[in-house]
């Protein structure tokens, strides 16, 4: 249970650091496909080690922003 928790958790942040820097529907569609494109990439490591801003969601969001 906890780990399920602890994945919510991360889930939610992400989807609230997402609204802070107001990305479009269509820069969040953007964004998932390329974390799907990477996915298999970030091997064994935890979604946190992903996820910060120097992670590679961290990259993609800056790529997405770009577009």
Known sequence: M???HQTC???MSSLRRLAEVGISAHQFVELDALR??????????????AGGPGGEAGRL???ARRR
Do not use: H, K, M, Q
């Open 2 to 4: 906890d780990g399920l």
């Open 9 to 11: 958790e991360s889930l």
């Open 36 to 49: 799907r494109e990477l996915r298999p990439s970030f091997g064994g490591r935890d979604a946190a080690a």
């Open 61 to 63: 969001a800056r790529r």
